[in-house]
């Protein structure tokens, strides 16, 4: 979708790594956070953020960023720093439950790493990779109670941000129930309106 736009898709474990890539200072900061498992702080969240997309670029999309209200103020901060304002925030709806059923089916290919789904994007024979033959497995972080506890910090961490942003008219809605397909249309529907400007 980013590429359609011709803006920067920046997710943020995707800047981490490519922080923890380049080898300054901030990036094998990073790089000790990741290597350790745990949760990248907010503090240091923000500066890669703005080191390595809002400072680079004026057209992005981040994705998985702002999750937190002090992330949110950190964004104003630095768009404020730069004359620069928010176009849109994009609020993808879906219930726990089925939230719940996606990210608990989700299996990976031992041997290749294709990803696929149980109910939604099954392999044409159980267990089995249809590119190499390799056995699928469980993904690691589908487990269920692992899913809960995401919805959980999602519900307390996360939720906070779509009345600051809804407050400020910048909230667009899309149903995430449908087929990616279908999403994937809505969206787009809603990034050329913006585009249009
Ligand atoms: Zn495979």
Excluded: W
Excluded at 90 to 95: R, T, Y
Excluded at 108 to 113: D, F, I, K, L, S
């Amino acid at each position: 979708m980013a590429e359609r736009f011709g803006v920067r898709h920046a997710s943020t474990g995707e800047i981490f790594r490519q922080a923890a890539a380049d080898g300054s200072e901030l990036g094998r900061t990073v790089k000790d956070y990741l290597d350790s498992g745990g949760l990248v702080p907010d503090e240091l969240t923000s500066r890669v953020v703005e080191e390595m997309v809002v400072g680079r670029s004026d057209s992005y999309l981040l994705d998985g960023y702002p999750r937190t209200l002090r992330q949110a103020h950190d964004l104003d901060a630095m768009l404020g720093r730069r004359g620069q304002e928010l176009d849109l925030v994009v609020c993808f709806e879906l219930d726990d439950g089925q939230a719940l059923r996606r990210l608990t089916g989700r299996l990976v290919c031992a041997e290749c790493g294709e990803n696929y789904h149980r109910e939604f994007m099954p392999p044409q024979a159980e267990g089995v990779c249809d590119g190499c033959g390799g056995p699928l497995k469980v993904r690691s972080d589908s487990a269920e109670e692992v899913v809960r506890n995401r919805l959980a910090q999602y519900d307390e961490k996360t939720r906070p941000l779509v009345a600051y942003y809804e407050e400020r008219g910048l909230i667009e809605r899309v149903d995430a129930s449908p087929a990616p397909q279908e999403v994937t249309r809505r969206t787009e529907a809603l990034l050329s309106r913006i585009a249009s400007r």
